[in-house]
């Protein structure tokens, strides 16, 4: 199913209110048997529409990981405010190209061999994907593989950490690359710089203590963390200004990324960013709720059907055990929400084959009703099945399968 010409209409203005949407999709799959995950178009392009008033007219690279739905991409993709994949394999990476996207950018550095040897024996693949690396040792593997003068040229980004470092709360934000101010990346850059066979084309800066954490979650912590990302948005802006600085009179640059759906407004406010890699605003996994900036909306979900009534007052669902990714806390769990008010047993949680749901609405739950359920990521719930159904005012109006569908496990 082609998605470009219905995402690139107008959306409706739909409002998501839950009382409507959900009896809506209910009512809308009522022809299918058995785990079904969904797309809903309007709220897609709603989504899709709303990212790129976010980020006010600075590029977004399409983080292919936050979908992993070939259809959605090349939709999103055909939009004027998206442009290039950032993607997290490098078979990915191979496999975009050869459907022939041609601006790529592997965003996580790589030690596939295969896949480096297939990029490095091939001229085309190599003119349209650039590697990420923050160590030397990721060349050495390169040059081991094969050495400069039997390869093509690899083009770079070099990945420098955004994180931020409080004397009060210690290191704050994710674990990436070891390189941190413009020292430490102007040394790489030299470095690489005189060795045969690569080509630093751009940098990369994600600051994920940002664009990945909710500043109004409704707990004490949201004036911690808004005072935290305040401070944070106003050193990076200039440690970033200064590696830029410092990595452009080494090597011409085609790109400066950052940012992601939680900091679209910060990030394109940075003179320094040309890009910004997004992706988890499409669908809008439960993670991304409880943000100040925005409110996407639930445009993927999953539903899966009542098997049988342990008491009066649980339903089992069967399947369900569908965690996030991160660490094992309540979040990651996919989210029930409708019928309203079910919630997961603490001694079973989501469970690999059944899921048991509590709550007065499993009352009136018999066997064969739908209980539907959003995912904590965007992109996770791609790898849990084969397609997702496309749902549009209130009917199935096609499918689209998932890489998983098109027989591709990247990771």
Do not use: C
């Not at 690359?177 to 940098?203: C, K, Q, Y």
Request: aromatic share 6%; net charge negative.
């Amino acid at each position: 199913m082609n998605l470009d010409l219905l995402l690139s209409a107008p959306h409706n203005g739909h409002l998501w209110d839950d009382e409507a949407y959900w009896p809506a999709m209910t009512e809308a799959v009522a022809g299918e048997s058995g785990a079904i995950a969904t797309i809903d178009l309007a709220a897609l392009r709603y989504n899709a529409l709303d990212m790129a008033v976010r980020a006010g007219g600075v590029p977004i690279r399409l983080a292919s990981k936050s979908v992993r739905v070939r259809a959605v991409i090349d939709a999103a993709l055909a939009l004027p405010a998206f442009r290039g994949i950032l993607a997290f394999t490098l078979a990915e990476a191979l496999w975009h190209a050869e459907l022939g996207h041609d601006d790529i950018v592997l965003g996580y550095p790589t030690a596939d061999r295969a896949a480096l040897r297939r990029l490095a024996t091939d001229p085309e693949a190599a003119s349209r994907i650039a590697l990420m690396v923050d160590d030397l040792a990721q060349l050495d593997l390169i040059d081991a593989i094969l050495p400069p003068q039997e390869r093509e040229t690899i083009r770079l980004a070099i990945d420098a950490d955004a994180s931020f470092r409080s004397a009060a709360l210690g290191h704050i934000g994710v674990r990436r690359s070891p390189l941190f101010d413009d020292e430490d990346v102007a040394l790489l850059a030299r470095a690489i710089s005189r060795r045969a066979g690569f080509r630093i084309v751009g940098l990369m800066m994600y600051e994920a203590q940002i664009a990945g954490q909710p500043d109004a979650a409704g707990t004490a912590q949201d004036a911690v963390i808004r005072w935290m990302q305040g401070r944070s948005t106003d050193e990076l802006r200039a440690r970033r200004a200064a590696i830029v600085t410092a990595l452009r009179e080494i090597a011409p640059l085609e790109f400066v990324n950052g940012g992601g759906t939680g900091s679209l407004e910060r990030t394109s406010a940075d003179p320094s960013v040309t890009e910004i890699g997004a992706g988890s605003g499409l669908f809008a996994g439960t993670l991304f709720d409880g943000y100040r900036a925005f409110q996407p909306a639930p445009a993927a979900a999953f539903s899966l059907e009542v098997v049988r009534k342990p008491t009066e007052d649980i339903a089992t669902v069967l399947g369900g055990g569908w965690i996030a990714s991160g660490p094992p806390v309540a979040s990651r769990q996919p989210k029930p929400v409708w019928p309203a008010g079910l919630r997961t047993l603490g001694r079973e949680g989501a469970g690999e084959v059944q899921t048991p749901l509590q709550g007065a609405a499993a009352r009136d739950l018999r066997v064969g009703d739908r209980v539907w359920f959003r995912h904590a990521k965007s992109g996770e719930l791609a790898e849990r099945v084969d397609r997702y159904l496309i749902v549009d005012d209130g009917r199935v109006v096609g499918d689209v399968p998932t890489y998983r569908g098109e027989g591709k496990a990247f990771l």
